[in-house]
T-cell receptor, first 113, second 120 residues
Framework: DAKTTQPTSMDCAEGRAANLPCNHS???????VYWYRQIHSQGPQYIIH???NNETNEMASLIITEDRKSSTLILPHATLRDTAVYYC??????????????FGRGTQLTVWP | DAGVIQSPRHEVTEMGQEVTLRCKPI?????LFWYRQTMMRGLELLIY????????DSGMPEDRFSAKMPNASFSTLKIQPSEPRDSAVYFC??????????????????FGEGSRLTVL
């Protein structure tokens, strides 16, 4: 019951922007897009979320297309510590996606020196 | 806040033994999730609770797995009998009830550090 698709892996040079894409073509009107990352075997960590407007916080920026069928997580200046698996999920505030959250396998981002 | 607390962090047991994993969610959170992570299958949702009530357990692999949430501050995931294929990292996560905070939808999950289970 995957609701998002992401590339298996990506890499990025340290100091450059990392742009991680996510496809969520079946997203419904009450669903938000969330991004998490997992470093080594730690628990996944929340990064950012949004509905339809672009969002920015101290960690990253989230760009959501106008039709909301895809989004891009941007790490503006990637560091070696950003090497992790990044997950894109959708979560609604009502209905079945309120609780049943599918993480899948995410994108392995490797930042190289 | 101490975050989501899981125990034990590591467990090594023999096939056929009972395993109990524990989770203490963040105080005030209404949702609790149990996930399992393996190299083969990634991060899988096993079950989630809302206000201590199991809402969806369709991800629980089989009858050997059971989960309970006797109160708002404690949940257990039990495997009986355990098998080598149950070896994985088990994560617990909690979340506030979905709603708006200052006009903005919240609901992000907070994960524990996980319990690494090895069944020999």
């Amino acid at each position: 019951d995957a609701k998002t698709t992401q590339p298996t892996s990506m890499d990025c040079a340290e100091g450059r922007a990392a742009n991680l894409p996510c496809n969520h073509s079946t997203i419904s009107g009450n669903e938000y897009v969330y991004w998490y990352r997992q470093i080594h075997s730690q628990g996944p960590q929340y990064i950012i979320h949004g509905l339809k407007n672009n969002e920015t916080n101290e960690m990253a920026s989230l760009i959501i297309t106008e039709d909301r069928k895809s989004s891009t997580l941007i790490l503006p200046h990637a560091t070696l510590r950003d090497t992790a698996v990044y997950y894109c999920i959708v979560r609604g505030y009502r209905g079945s996606t309120l609780g049943r959250l599918y993480f899948g396998r995410g994108t392995q981002l490797t930042v190289w020196p | 806040d101490a975050g989501v607390i899981q125990s034990p962090r590591h467990e090594v047991t023999e096939m056929g033994q009972e395993v109990t994993l524990r989770c203490k969610p963040i105080s005030g959170h209404d949702y609790l999730f149990w996930y399992r992570q393996t190299m083969m299958r990634g991060l899988e949702l096993l079950i989630y609770f809302n206000n201590n009530v199991p809402i969806d357990d369709s991800g629980m692999p089989e009858d050997r797995f059971s989960a309970k949430m006797p109160n708002a501050s404690f949940s257990t995931l039990k495997i009986q009998p355990s098998e080598p294929r149950d070896s994985a990292v088990y994560f617990c996560a909690s979340s506030t009830d979905v709603g708006l905070a200052g006009g903005r939808f919240t609901g992000e999950l907070f994960f524990g550090e996980g319990s690494r289970l090895t069944v020999l």
